[in-house]
């Protein structure tokens, strides 16, 4: 396995944050890895949006450290930088994907997927194009053995309302409340990993010049059945 060491992350920076360029210039010894290791496939990408791969990328090494060969599903995993830069290291990663296989419905119902069986299951920008997003992550949850790490990156947007502006590729865009209140009650056994950072007043990514909104961050774990959340 190709040796990389996880950022050190500074006092009280949590995982559940927006992923704004103070995140650019924290996480960038793991957006030069990606380059590094994916090169053609992040020369692809808009520079601005890398941070979230980047993010997932560095989570995912820094959990699974120490942990032999764990079990790591990739919800959208077509052109996903992490997922492939998670491979070119050495991990072993389960993609599923509309383009190449299936989406999360199909895999999620197969009688050869082991419900509460996954050490990770992450994706990267994907939750915005899906319309039933809360069944979406309930299966998430039930996917994930107890202890095991949801990973999730958003578009994200305080105050936006359905009829607000977005990009027409998105089903909407994230708040707080979304991932509070919408999200959580749906994921049986799953607690967010840390005390959320999400405010974000000045978000700093524009889509083609029209669209002004940032990313967050949604890392949940999950719980022994029965514990307190």
């Known amino acids: 396995m190709v040796r990389y060491k996880p950022i050190k992350l500074p006092k009280g920076v949590p995982l559940n944050r927006v992923l704004d360029n103070s995140a650019r210039e924290l996480y960038k010894p793991a957006i030069d890895k990606l380059f590094q290791l994916v090169p053609d496939a992040m020369a692809r990408k808009i520079p601005e949006a890398n941070v979230q791969q980047a993010f997932v990328f560095d989570t995912i090494c820094r959990y699974t450290k120490g942990k032999k060969a764990p079990k790591i599903l990739c919800i959208g995993s077509f052109e996903d930088t992490a997922c492939m830069s998670l491979k070119a290291v050495g991990y072993e990663v389960e993609e599923i994907d509309p383009s190449i296989n299936c989406d999360l419905r199909t895999h999620f119902m197969k009688p050869t997927t082991i419900k509460g069986s996954y050490d990770v299951v992450f994706s990267t920008s994907v939750i915005e194009h899906v319309t039933l997003d809360t069944v979406f ?64 007043p000045n978000p700093d990514f524009t889509l083609i010049g029209i669209y002004q909104y940032t990313f967050a961050t949604f890392v949940v774990k999950k719980t022994p059945r029965g514990v307190a959340k």
């Open 137 to 200: 992550m309930a299966q998430v949850s039930a996917l994930l053995k107890p202890g095991g790490m949801g990973i999730t990156t958003c578009d994200f947007k305080e105050g936006w309302v359905p009829g607000d502006s977005k990009p027409d590729v998105d089903e909407r865009l994230y708040t707080q409340h979304d991932l509070r209140e919408r999200f959580l009650p749906v994921m049986s056994d799953c607690v967010l990993v840390d005390e959320p950072q999400w405010d974000c």
